[in-house]
């Protein structure tokens, strides 16, 4: 009877530290869910930091290369060359700058916001240089060259600690999906304005054809319409950058003030041996380079294809415009099927209308409802990779717990990637042109021009978009492992 009363008291006791325990688990978790829930001020200043990197980056997709072929009248050969090199020396500099965020001691302002304050303005300086034609014609191509990489690398210094903060704002993998979709939103709000801006200011200009009377009289016109739409576009950047700093608070999630760092190269080999990261990254690397070849010789197809020389900016605009429209959708569907499905129906909706568009005969009416299907593909396409990213970090963090802070890394790494792809589609297809013929401001194009442009906007995007969904059967991280994840991630915080 004696032991019996003692087990029934240790068993007892056992109960109630148990119990007690889980109550402290339990409001431990609560009063962290509760500091760690974003409001939505923040997610939505947060968003606003994103909308100049796509500003700026719609305006230079779409546009740059008709300016230098048609505005600025550089050889289609000197265009590829400033193109490639400019994007691939933006693609170098991303690791660089990743690296040097990850080893940028922690201020008062956080370790990413001052990156983001000090880049701002020298970059929006440059951005408006790009888009002047300077009075000499033997170094045209080199000070197009120049402003274009010192912008790469500004935006770089920009983007890269921009796109790691989303791992700052909140530990809460649900916070950071809804800050995600709120920044995906007003990004692509933000091709929006950029297409808009720089379309309608240059649209109004009405850039005229090589065999012009007052050919002289309305290049300068031209010029100075990009000039205008370039300043207005700076001064947006400039603001946003403010509202970004000013609206966000930068979060030591991880410990970072006192972490003790591994060095760069056993970081960016633990990131690169990390088999999810990789197979996501090739995906997104191949798709991402068929969207980029699309809108890259998009204004040219238009243009010059399908004959509609007097509405490419407005087709431009409704195809960013339904993109937009389309986010919130995209983001219901992910969480309400999942991420691996949102990509294989989000990603392929694009197919049928690339196929659509080179196949029907110019039509006006056919070109505007293929670009409000094609807008809700391109949606996708710009949300779920920076849905995404998130749950590679953390699923590197389960696996390699005493290994943090490499956020930088897995981001910068990632915008390389798309960046060499963007420089490779834009260099490539330039000098694609340049072999079919292109003639700079000829109001027709040659056969071969024309059939080179059907490839670079329907062939050639289907087939990486085929491909990167292939590799995308690979990638391992369902709702299930995210789950364990989030799981697994409170309980090292609680520890």
Partial sequence: RVLFLKAKQSSFAFTLKHSIFMTWQRRQQQYYSENQTLTVWSKVCFAIGGAPYQITGSALGFFLQIFL???????PLNASVILFVGRAWDAVTDPTVGFLVSRTPWTRHGRMMPWILISTTPAVMCYFLIWVVPP??????????????LFQTLQTCFHVPYSALTMFISTEQKERDSATAYRMTVEVLGTVVGTAIQGQIVGMANIPCINSTSLTNSSHHSMRAYMIASAVISLICVLCAVVLFFGVTEQDSDGLKAQKHVSFRRGLRLVMSHGPYVKLVLAFLFTSLAFMLMEGNFALFIKYTLGFREDFQNILLVIMLSATLTIPMWQWFLCRFGKKTAVYIGITWAVPFMIVVVCVNSNLFVSYIVSVAAGASVAAAFLLPWSMLPDVVDDFKVQNPTSQGHEAIFYSFYVFFTKFASGVSLGVSTLALSFAGYVPGVCVQSDSVNLTLKMLVSAAPVSL???GLLIFKMYPINEERRQYNNKQLQLLLLQ
């Fill in 69 to 75: 072929l048609d505005v600025a009248l550089l050889d």
């Fill in 136 to 149: 000499i014609e033997q170094g045209k191509m080199w000070w197009y060259l120049l402003f274009y990489c």
């Fill in 465 to 467: 978009i085929a491909l």
